[in-house]
């Protein structure tokens, strides 16, 4: 007596579970670019609330999304802060971290801190609309 094993239907996932992986990169990007402008307008309002001295230091926060694929692994990373190149960019983490005579603020931190149950949606939300494309 010998088995007899049938492997169409698993191969079949693998091809969807592969469909799901090409698809997922751009969802991904988008969860993780809105949370960017969330977390970077959050940053900013609260730098703003300091008074009209800490106002242009506001507008040197800013984000950068950037994307790498390769080597077998996909990397989106997003970096949100003071931009140095920005005016008075160089001053935020003046203001962030403090100084031997100025209270840290925390002002990024704590932005993205409120921001983090809405990021966890998006990548939640990113992966769901990725199986959707894939027909699964």
Same mark, same amino acid.
């Given at each position: 007596?010998?088995?007899? &094993? #049938? &492997?169409?239907?698993?191969?079949?996932?693998?091809?969807?579970?592969?469909?799901?992986?090409? #698809?997922?990169?751009?969802?991904?990007? $988008?969860?993780?670019? =809105?949370?960017?402008?969330?977390?970077?307008? %959050?940053?900013?309002?609260?730098?703003?609330?300091?008074? +009209?001295?800490? =106002?242009?230091? %506001?507008?040197?926060?800013? @984000?950068?999304?950037?994307? &790498?694929?390769?080597?077998?692994?996909?990397? /989106? +990373? $997003?970096?949100?802060?003071?931009?140095?190149? +920005?005016?008075?960019?160089?001053?935020? #983490?003046?203001? *962030? @971290?403090?100084?031997?005579?100025?209270?840290?603020?925390?002002?990024?931190?704590?932005?993205? *801190?409120? #921001?983090?149950?809405? &990021? *966890? +949606?998006? /990548?939640?939300? %990113? /992966?769901?609309?990725?199986?959707? *494309?894939?027909?699964?």
């Amino acid at each position: 007596m010998s088995a007899d &094993f #049938n &492997f169409d239907e698993l191969t079949t996932l693998s091809a969807d579970l592969g469909t799901v992986a090409d #698809n997922t990169g751009s969802h991904i990007n $988008s969860a993780v670019q =809105r949370t960017s402008v969330l977390v970077k307008d %959050a940053a900013r309002s609260s730098v703003q609330s300091g008074g +009209k001295g800490w =106002r242009h230091i %506001a507008r040197a926060i800013d @984000y950068e999304v950037t994307t &790498f694929q390769g080597f077998g692994a996909s990397v /989106i +990373k $997003s970096e949100i802060g003071y931009n140095r190149d +920005k005016p008075a960019g160089h001053v935020g #983490n003046l203001r *962030e @971290y403090g100084t031997p005579k100025l209270a840290p603020h925390s002002d990024l931190r704590t932005a993205l *801190e409120a #921001n983090q149950a809405d &990021f *966890e +949606k998006g /990548i939640e939300k %990113a /992966i769901g609309d990725a199986l959707k *494309e894939a027909g699964l």
